[in-house]
């Protein structure tokens, strides 16, 4: 994620910012220019400060406090870019669906701002009736009129149950299933592994490419399910997955190393923003350096990705270890993991070069 400037004061706004904080201008997100704009009234619409100057109204769900993304004051549509893509919204007239909601909408603006600056191909339902990528953000039931929501993808369909976006009973789930990590940006990104991997893989006739890195997708799903849950991940499944719920089948092995790929572009392009070079007094080979001067989603190579990534990762790490935290990225990357995550590389600059000879 990189960092804006208030185009009237020169401030420093963060990607969520509503409202400058040093000289009150209204700000809006315009995903087009992936640029956060200072605004001024323009009667019923608003005057962006940056140039070339547009006149723009807010997405809808400004209403609700759930977004601050902008919509040009022509456009029929009153949703923004990422919220045309909820099919179904969560009860707001409950303040807690309402506050869950909140944290939700944050986490999947910032799961579009990646896609969007990655070009990836994105269609909702309207321009795909069929398989465009819609999110379902569901309350729980109450208990005696059905189950829990459970989260899941099926066919561009993403549901997401609304309860995780409560902290606590988050990191309970997380104890339970033995993860070292769950978030609700991380739900996100490796549901709409899922929905690429239909999109970038099977559609696009790489089936067999993908089989040989990941392995043979069409052993049965729901078997082996049941196997991880019942007998758990195979001892030595660090030496060739991301993490132990890779295992499980090559479909979630791929939508594992997918959430890995855009946790990785995201988090170097923050260390970017902020000029974060790790160089460790007691490293005398250099290993543990990153120039952290590196634009990720131009970057053609996935080692030069990696070679800024681990530095980073172990100076945070123990950071937060110093700070009595658990660590950010608990994760070891393999020479197989590292592979994969060159196949997602591979996938994403090939969908991104189509995407410019499109116009897109």
């Given amino acids: ?193 899922h929905y690429f991997w239909d999109v970038l893989v099977r559609d696009a006739g790489k089936l067999e490419d993908c089989r040989a890195v990941f392995g043979d997708d069409s052993q049965d799903y729901e078997q082996a399910l049941k196997r991880h849950y019942e007998q758990g991940p195979p001892a030595d499944w660090q030496d060739n997955f991301i993490s132990a719920y890779a295992a499980t089948h090559p479909w979630e092995d791929f939508a594992e190393t997918w959430a890995h790929y855009l946790h990785i572009v995201d988090t170097l392009e923050t260390a970017t923003a902020f000029g974060v070079q790790v160089a460790p007094k007691l490293d005398e080979s250099g290993e543990l350096q990153a120039d952290g001067d590196l634009d990720p989603y131009r970057e053609q190579d996935i080692e030069r990705l990696i070679v800024d990534w681990l530095p980073l990762t172990f100076a945070v790490n123990n950071l937060n270890r110093s700070m009595g935290q658990p660590d950010l990225y608990p994760f070891i990357l393999s020479k197989p993991a590292i592979a994969k995550l060159g196949f997602i590389h591979a996938l994403v600059r090939d969908a991104r070069t189509t995407s410019a000879a499109q116009g897109r």
Wanted: proline share 6%; charged share 25%.
């Fill in 1 to 193: 994620m990189r960092l804006f400037i208030c185009q009237h004061c020169r401030n420093l706004l963060y990607f969520e910012n509503r409202q400058c904080g040093s000289c009150g201008h209204r700000l809006g997100y315009m995903p087009r220019r992936g640029l956060l704009t200072a605004l001024e009234p323009k009667g019923d619409d608003w005057q962006t400060l940056s140039k070339p100057a547009a006149t723009v109204r807010f997405c809808a769900n400004a209403e609700w406090d759930a977004c601050n993304w902008l919509v040009a004051a022509d456009q029929e549509d009153s949703l923004c870019a990422a919220c045309r893509h909820n099919r179904t919204i969560p009860d707001l007239s409950d303040p807690d669906n309402l506050a869950a909601w909140r944290k939700l909408e944050l986490a999947l603006h910032r799961l579009f701002y990646t896609l969007f600056k990655l070009r990836l191909p994105l269609a909702d339902r309207r321009q795909n009736p069929e398989h465009g990528l819609v999110f379902d953000l569901l309350a729980d039931p109450p208990r005696q009129q059905g189950p829990k929501v459970m989260t899941g993808h099926d066919n561009g369909l993403i549901t997401l149950a609304l309860t995780e976006a409560d902290d606590a009973e988050r990191e309970q789930r997380r104890r339970e299933m033995g993860e070292p990590y769950r978030t609700l940006l991380g739900h996100l990104r490796h549901e709409v592994g």
